[in-house]
């Protein structure tokens, strides 16, 4: 493009036809990546650039979720990249994970947010608790996007504080019996199967494994979202639901099993945002230089440069706790803490980058011209899914201080 196209009558260009991202890599961190790390990169970047966002502002703008893309993603290898590859996952280290996160998140949250749930959300909890037979039936399935999945913690009345949960189920024979409902599940409305948490007879907190066309089990849609459009969301709804006995997950019981789902899928978004961030600023810097007001490129202002250093400025640093937060977790020493706060920072990053680079494009940051306000809107959903900022903001103080102050 033309400086000449972003003067006067010039705006018509879309930036989401030219999509030429390179991430900036300010620190050389590269160094720090293995070759296998870095061509896994290379390929979900031009995955992205391929598949994803060609396309993704007509898909978010009609509020549609791209079904086709499930098969992709299981052929190029984002669903259970760190599930061992004879369960069909990728045999991968932390760092890979992260990377293919950051590709598909620079491409758009709701893409990620499906990748994420699959792989962190569902084939997670299958793998770490399932028995013999449960991983052998749905993980290879899943990895290859035959069959897509949700997980189901979060109820009406009970988000941040998912112990009170009331969805339950009673011990009926050869067969449990579910009652209550989800709300706020991502790819709930396509999903063959939910990973569903519940309560048993005592209150202790179980993961069943819910199938599609169980008799009383429904999955209305949520519409009317302005974040994470291309991601379908909605609720699962157990009305006298039979759940054989052998869909219990037998290996982990209590609150704390669902938890660590999170924990994977929590480090998955710290990743992620920070590739939304990327896009961002590679977009700003690009639109910065070319835009001409005043008889000069906008970018030598000092204003519009304080802009762009302080966003390379935040993902530097992110880019930084990430790589050393995901040796951690490849060394199984990453604790929950470590991971809130690598979440609750880069989610919080990304949105001030997305609003400072939105400034940046003037009037054209507002249109589907530019990712810009789809990575804003987006990031309003992942700064409150998977604990919101303030929640990961107690988990540090109770960690800091040895005081929850969360009730
Ligand atoms: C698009 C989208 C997709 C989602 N996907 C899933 C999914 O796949 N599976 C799933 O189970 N859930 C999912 N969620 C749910 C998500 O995890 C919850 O929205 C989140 O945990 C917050 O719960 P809530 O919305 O009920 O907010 P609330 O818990 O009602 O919180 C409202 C506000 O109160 C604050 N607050 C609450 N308690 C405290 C406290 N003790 N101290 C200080 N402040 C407090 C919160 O920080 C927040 O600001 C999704 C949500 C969205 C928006």
Redesign the pocket.
């Known amino acids: 493009m033309s400086s000449n196209t972003l003067q006067g009558g010039g705006y018509g260009t879309k930036s989401t036809t030219r999509d030429n991202f390179e991430s900036p890599d300010f620190y050389q961190l590269d160094d720090l990546l293995n070759e296998e790390q870095k061509l896994i990169r290379s390929s979900m970047r031009d995955f992205v650039k391929l598949e994803i966002t060609p396309f993704i502002e007509d898909w978010c703008q009609k509020a549609e979720f791209p079904e086709a893309m499930v098969k992709k993603f299981g052929e190029i290898g984002a669903f259970g990249p760190t599930i061992p590859l004879k369960y069909g996952g990728g045999g991968l280290d932390y760092i890979s994970y992260g990377l293919i996160m950051q590709e598909i998140e620079r491409g758009d949250s709701g893409m990620r947010?499906t990748a994420s749930?699959q792989g962190s959300?569902v084939m997670y909890p299958i793998y770490a608790f399932g028995s013999e037979a449960q991983k052998q039936k749905y993980l290879p399935k899943l990895a290859s996007g035959e069959i897509l999945g949700?997980?189901?913690?979060?109820e009406p009345d009970?988000?941040?504080?998912p112990a009170g949960m009331t969805t339950h189920f009673a011990d009926s024979g050869d067969h449990f019996l579910l009652n209550g409902s989800?709300?706020?599940?991502?790819?709930?409305p396509k999903a063959d199967i939910a990973v569903v948490w519940a309560k048993d007879e005592h209150g202790r907190v179980h993961g069943l494994i819910v199938e599609r066309g169980m008799e009383g089990f429904t999955t209305p849609e949520t519409h009317g979202?302005w974040?994470?459009r291309a991601?379908c969301?909605g609720e699962l709804v157990f009305n006298n639901v039979r759940v054989p006995k052998e869909n219990l997950l037998p290996g982990k019981d209590g609150l704390g099993a669902p938890l660590m789902c999170l924990d994977s899928a929590r480090y998955g978004i710290a990743w992620g945002s920070i590739g939304a961030a990327m896009d961002c600023y590679h977009s700003a810097r690009q639109y910065a230089l070319e835009r001409i007001q005043f008889d000069k490129p906008i970018a030598s202002f000092q204003l519009v440069q304080k802009k762009l250093a302080e966003m390379l400025t935040e993902i530097t640093k992110a880019q930084l706790l990430n790589l050393r937060l995901g040796r951690l977790m490849d060394q199984h020493k990453a604790t929950t803490a470590q991971i809130s706060l690598a979440k609750r920072n880069n989610v919080a990053v990304a949105l001030e980058i997305a609003r400072e680079a939105r400034q940046i494009h003037g009037g054209m940051g507002i249109t589907g011209d530019y990712s810009i306000m789809r990575h804003m809107m987006n990031l309003e959903?992942v700064i409150?899914?998977?604990?919101?900022?303030?929640?990961h903001l107690?988990i540090l103080g109770h960690e800091i201080t040895g005081i929850p102050?969360?009730?």
């Open positions: 947010s749930v959300l949700c997980f189901g913690l979060t009970h988000g941040s504080n989800k709300m706020w599940i991502s790819n709930a979202k974040s994470l991601s969301t959903s409150t899914y998977e604990g919101t900022h303030d929640i107690l102050a969360f009730s």
